[in-house]
């Protein structure tokens, strides 16, 4: 079972414990028990409403943050420190051929992925590959596949970085570990996210290219 499914059993338990309560109680008015489950309902809703976009949510919160003068991303030298934000995740400052956009960093993903008003803000221009299937918080997903020519972390710079890009991904834009794995290093730290570049001759740093998925250069 799920944990959708469990989360909606165990309200579903939760509404019919307090009605079966309510109905036991002597005081317990029609109108009151109605007012009981009208909460319960509110309460629900807006929990399945937090489970199915809790990541655009957070999103949200740690922009507010930032305008709340909550630093998340700071540069030390060539080195990128994001602090963990108040949802538990990590977001960082990303341009993508200089438009800037605000990235879930996720580990767990392995190729980097953008949404639709992402990809044609950032001029990037999917491939006439068939699609690929996608696997995410809410599901499996249809994504066409892309590349980004520069990607951009304060002084960390990468190009020709593979991407999906997909409407399914909503306002969300993820940052994978296809990135991830070109750094030198990245590590968590007292609840800070801490990037390393592989050092270049240039003044900028350079993250060297990778081979892509298929072990090819």
Do not use: C
């Not at 109108?31 to 929990?47: A, D, N």
């Not at 507010?64 to 963990?84: H, N, W």
């Not at 767990?108 to 990037?124: F, K, L, P, Q």
């Not at 809410?138 to 991407?163: C, E, K, M, Y």
């Amino acid at each position: 079972m799920s944990d959708d499914r469990i989360i909606q059993l165990l309200l579903l338990l939760g509404a019919l414990m307090l009605a079966f309560r309510a109905l036991s109680a002597h005081r317990v008015t029609l109108r009151g028990l109605v007012q009981i489950l009208l909460l319960w309902g509110i309460v629900g809703v807006t929990m399945v409403i937090v489970m199915y976009h809790r990541q655009e949510l957070g999103g949200l919160l740690a922009r507010a943050s930032e305008k709340l003068g909550y630093e998340q991303q700071v540069v030390q030298g060539d080195t990128v420190r994001i602090k963990m934000s108040p949802d538990g995740h990590f977001w960082a400052r990303v341009q993508i051929n200089g438009v800037e956009r605000r990235m879930l960093v996720d580990s767990g993903a392995t190729v980097t992925a953008i949404s639709r008003d992402t990809a044609e803000a950032a001029n990037v221009k999917p491939t006439l590959a068939p699609p690929v299937l996608i696997e995410t918080a809410n599901g499996t997903v249809q994504a066409q596949q892309a590349r980004a020519d520069d990607l951009d972390i304060g002084p960390l710079s990468t190009h020709d970085l593979p991407l999906v890009v997909s409407d399914s991904f909503g306002d969300l834009d993820v940052l994978g570990m296809n990135f991830l794995s070109r750094l030198k290093s990245w590590r968590v730290e007292d609840r800070t996210l801490i990037l390393e570049p592989s050092k270049g001759s240039e003044a900028r740093v350079m993250i060297p290219r990778s081979r892509d998925e298929n072990g090819s250069d």
